[in-house]
């Protein structure tokens, strides 16, 4: 799935345009070895198959059906997004025993779990410094609800839960907004957006609970967990010009410790 980071810069002479200048670094978060699966996975109410390039990522709308750090929750390949206030939580499981589970080992020869279960891990994106009175909406709301009637504590259940194409975060640091949202290519994406002044230095990411955090010759950030790698692609940054045109401006990631900047 895909990330994009979006902010405004200052001109080449270091004054500030009146006109927003816009630019932005994308970053593949590809799920390896599991480039495909983002076809097959889906929320509670998602349709068993999705054609291509059909919208299939929905960002679910928390009312007390999971722990209220929780926003909202989106299905990825063999996991979960759990989107808080401050921070982004990936879930993974393991994807040979969820085949297993779901048919891929069915079959009189088939092979029962063992006792261990099935191997899973979580890591959390923190925003780094973001602002306490940051402001999450939803956009773009999809068809249907969902009902959550789980256990017998009536306070965790949920009814008339939507669900939604894209987040918006209001000064997650000061000017400076985030919006999570599926691309054309069926990927998690975001954008950062920064106000004209605001300082593209605020935006950092902290990693905890990853098993490791790297960033490889090509300049790409390798996060290893228990089940799997994850690899977030070098960023790619350009800059609208006056006329809208994109123009090319250096990004790289920096990576000190376990936080991540641009």
């Known amino acids: 799935f895909f990330l994009a980071l979006a902010f405004s810069l200052v001109s080449a002479t270091g004054i500030y345009m009146l006109h ?35 919208p299939s990522l929905e960002f679910i709308q928390n009312k ?16 979960r997004l759990f989107v808080q206030a401050d921070a982004l939580t990936y879930t993974f499981l393991d994807p040979e025993i969820l085949n297993h589970h779901h048919g891929g080992g069915a079959g009189r020869n088939a092979t029962p779990a063992g006792p261990a279960g099935i191997a899973a891990h979580a890591y959390t994106v923190h925003f780094e410094g973001a602002s306490t009175r940051a402001h999450l909406t939803a956009e773009t709301p999809t068809a249907g609800e969902r009902n ?32 999570l949202y599926e691309n ?22 902290r990693y905890d609970g990853a098993a490791g955090l790297a960033l490889d010759a090509a300049g790409n950030l390798v996060v290893t967990t228990s089940i799997g790698t994850t690899t977030e692609l070098a960023p790619r940054a350009w800059q609208l010009d006056a006329a809208g045109q994109r123009q090319a401006v250096a990004c790289r990631y920096v990576l000190r410790g376990h936080t991540l900047t641009f």
């Open 148 to 179: 959550y009637f789980v256990g017998a504590d009536a306070s965790r259940w949920a009814s008339h839960v939507g669900a939604f194409r894209r987040l918006h975060y209001t000064e997650l640091w000061p000017g400076i907004n985030l919006t």
């Open 20 to 54: 927003p200048l816009r630019a932005c670094c994308r970053l593949l978060l590809a799920l390896l070895p599991l480039p495909a699966l983002l076809l097959a996975a889906g929320g509670p109410a998602r349709a068993a198959s999705v054609e291509p390039g059909a």
């Open 64 to 79: 007390g059906q999971w722990d209220r750090r929780v926003r909202y929750e989106a299905a990825l390949p063999a996991g």
């Open 184 to 205: 054309a290519s069926q990927r998690l994406e975001y954008d950062v957006l920064l106000a004209p002044r605001a300082n593209p230095a605020r935006v950092a990411l």
